[in-house]
T-cell receptor
């Protein structure tokens, strides 16, 4: 069974459209993340949710809206897509937030990525 | 901004130890060093992490210098499957949360 699964894996769309990427984890983790990997391969965190509550919200255009219906799911909706949104988006999960309660584990479990191409 | 610097790329012969260096000269006393790798077209995979002491697990060893300004990831017997981009990452406390600050990574190519 896939631990962290994202759909779709590939998404090609026109500028101005609205699209969603879905993520599900079956690891029983409390914390989920969205990362963006640009063409230079840098990974940057966008959002993090802990038990359905937003805990990290980096400087991301408000066209990006995460939604966590339950702690096993974190979806990403993008409005009015722009050329610069083209990237690979990774969903990840961890048992708890980084550094929570003095815990040190940093292991994030990543999905396979969703490659978004905006034309 | 990334808190680590790594070589852009490295080669290693199959069966030999691969030693991947990382500089993190501005690391703070309570910031951990993590290593992940990303095999082509896959999501990143956790390898190991440490604070001060050297660490070893089934995948690799992590050697951290005494001043903590640099570290080395060691893959003891590299195989072709170890070809990937290896990221050295610092976990920093930012905006009221701990976050992993990713750098550009080292592309490691294992040659037969």
């Amino acid at each position: 069974d896939t631990a962290v699964s994202q759909t779709p894996k590939y998404l090609v769309t026109q500028m101005g459209n609205d699209k969603s990427i879905k993520c599900e984890q079956n690891l029983g983790h409390d914390t989920m993340y969205w990362y963006k990997q640009d063409s230079k391969k840098f990974l940057k965190i966008m959002f993090s949710y802990n038990n359905k509550e937003l805990i990290i919200n980096e400087t991301v255009p408000n066209r990006f809206s995460p939604k966590s219906p339950d702690k096993a799911h974190l979806n990403l909706h993008i409005n009015s897509l722009e050329l610069g949104d083209s990237a690979v988006y990774f969903c990840a999960s961890s048992p708890y937030p980084q550094g929570a309660g003095g815990k040190t584990t940093g292991e994030l479990f990543f999905g396979e990525g969703s490659r978004l191409t905006v034309l | 901004d990334a808190k680590t610097t790594q070589p852009t790329s490295m080669d290693c012969a199959e069966g030999r130890a691969a030693n991947l260096p990382c500089n993190h000269s501005t690391i703070s006393g309570n910031e951990y060093v993590y290593w992940y790798r990303q095999i082509h077209s896959q999501g990143p995979q956790y390898i190991i992490h440490g604070l001060k002491n050297n660490e070893t697990n089934e995948m690799a060893s992590l050697i951290i210098t005494e001043d903590r300004k640099s570290s080395t990831l060691i893959l003891p017997h590299a195989t072709l499957r170890d070809t990937a981009v290896y990221y050295c990452i610092v976990r920093a406390y930012m905006d009221s949360n701990y976050q992993l600050i990713w750098g550009a990574g080292t592309k490691l190519i294992i040659k037969p």
